[in-house]
């Protein structure tokens, strides 16, 4: 497994002006009006898709004359639950460790047919349906601005992406001839490598107690994957001819992108 190299200048960049700060003795704000330094984090996010592929939704041949149509979706719409916990280093700069499970809303689907024959009398119909879903790692740091009204602070928060996404493709081959037809099933899912980006949050947090706060954010984030791996199942002799003959085997040239626009809330617990 190879880890972008660029990587670890993310996690420098990130890190290393919170260490800088640290000392700092001019507190921004009263995010950290408690007298604990360590936090937890839990959130919720919903997310639409910044850059959305081109899926063929339906595509046909009837003799010599094919016919297609495409449409745009992203595997990037969907919501995330996460939790993280973070340290104060003063009361503007924190560090975090982040972690959160994605679920894709936006399932794909696509009909292809192939027809032959007097009369049309033989071909089959693949019909599937793809979605989305990764759990992602984000190492951050966070930054109070000055606070707009008592109890009230904006932040930013720049953090790296360590994405391990998967899609899954589920559908039926339908068989027609002379005969009758024949239905068979099957599975995919695409996997492998780790996804690298970069999300940069802003938002505010509202101080309810010395304890507990609420924050609301603006997301974006970039993160694309290359998966390496499919894995298929339900495999059938009758179908042989429309799947590898390894259950997992190379995607070469395979790009999925994952960036997106979402709106975070969520709840800050001071330990």
Same mark, same amino acid.
């Given at each position: 497994?190879?880890? /972008?190299?660029?990587?670890?200048?993310?996690?420098?960049?990130?890190?290393?002006?919170?260490?800088?700060?640290?000392?700092?003795?001019?507190?921004?704000?009263?995010?950290?009006?408690?007298?604990?330094?360590?936090?937890?984090? !839990?959130?919720?996010? &919903?997310?639409?898709?910044?850059?959305?592929?081109?899926?063929?939704?339906? #595509?046909?041949?009837?003799?010599?004359?094919?016919?297609?149509?495409?449409?745009?979706?992203?595997?990037?719409?969907? *919501?995330?639950?996460?939790?993280?916990?973070?340290?104060?280093? @003063?009361?503007?700069?924190?560090?975090?460790?982040?972690? #959160?499970?994605?679920?894709?809303?936006?399932?794909?689907?696509?009909? /292809?047919?192939?027809?032959?024959? +007097?009369a049309r009398? &033989?071909?089959?119909?693949?019909? @599937?349906?793809?979605?989305?879903?990764? !759990? $992602?790692?984000?190492?951050?740091?966070?930054?109070?601005?000055?606070?707009?009204?008592?109890?009230?602070?904006?932040?930013?928060?720049?953090?790296?992406?360590?994405? !391990?996404?998967?899609?899954? /493709?589920?559908?039926?081959?339908?068989?027609?001839?002379?005969?009758?037809?024949? =239905? $068979?099933?099957? #599975?995919?899912? #695409?996997?492998?490598?780790?996804?690298?980006?970069?999300?940069?949050?802003?938002? $505010?947090?509202?101080?309810?107690?010395?304890?507990?706060?609420?924050?609301?954010?603006?997301a974006l984030?970039?993160?694309?994957?290359?998966?390496?791996?499919?894995?298929?199942? @339900?495999? %059938?002799?009758? *179908?042989? %001819?429309?799947?590898? +003959? +390894?259950?997992a085997h190379?995607?070469?040239?395979?790009? &999925? /992108?994952?960036?997106?626009?979402?709106?975070? =809330?969520?709840?800050?617990?001071?330990?």
């Amino acid at each position: 497994m190879k880890i /972008n190299k660029h990587f670890s200048f993310i996690l420098f960049f990130m890190i290393m002006p919170g260490c800088l700060f640290a000392q700092s003795t001019q507190p921004v704000g009263k995010m950290a009006a408690s007298s604990s330094r360590i936090y937890l984090i !839990f959130d919720f996010a &919903h997310n639409t898709g910044s850059q959305p592929e081109q899926i063929v939704s339906s #595509e046909s041949l009837e003799w010599d004359v094919q016919k297609s149509s495409v449409e745009f979706r992203s595997f990037a719409d969907g *919501y995330t639950l996460g939790a993280g916990i973070g340290i104060w280093l @003063n009361k503007t700069y924190a560090i975090e460790l982040y972690g #959160e499970q994605f679920w894709g809303t936006n399932t794909i689907g696509s009909k /292809n047919s192939i027809n032959f024959g +007097d009369a049309r009398q &033989h071909g089959s119909t693949t019909e @599937n349906s793809m979605s989305s879903s990764a !759990f $992602v790692l984000s190492p951050a740091l966070a930054i109070n601005l000055p606070e707009i009204m008592s109890g009230i602070t904006p932040y930013i928060r720049l953090g790296a992406l360590l994405g !391990f996404p998967s899609i899954t /493709n589920k559908g039926k081959v339908i068989y027609s001839g002379q005969s009758g037809n024949e =239905i $068979v099933p099957f #599975e995919s899912e #695409e996997s492998g490598r780790i996804a690298l980006g970069y999300r940069v949050d802003a938002g $505010v947090r509202v101080l309810l107690s010395n304890t507990f706060s609420l924050t609301g954010a603006l997301a974006l984030s970039s993160l694309n994957w290359k998966p390496d791996k499919l894995t298929q199942s @339900n495999r %059938d002799q009758t *179908y042989r %001819d429309l799947v590898s +003959d +390894d259950d997992a085997h190379s995607l070469p040239g395979v790009l &999925h /992108n994952f960036s997106s626009i979402g709106f975070r =809330i969520g709840l800050v617990i001071s330990m």
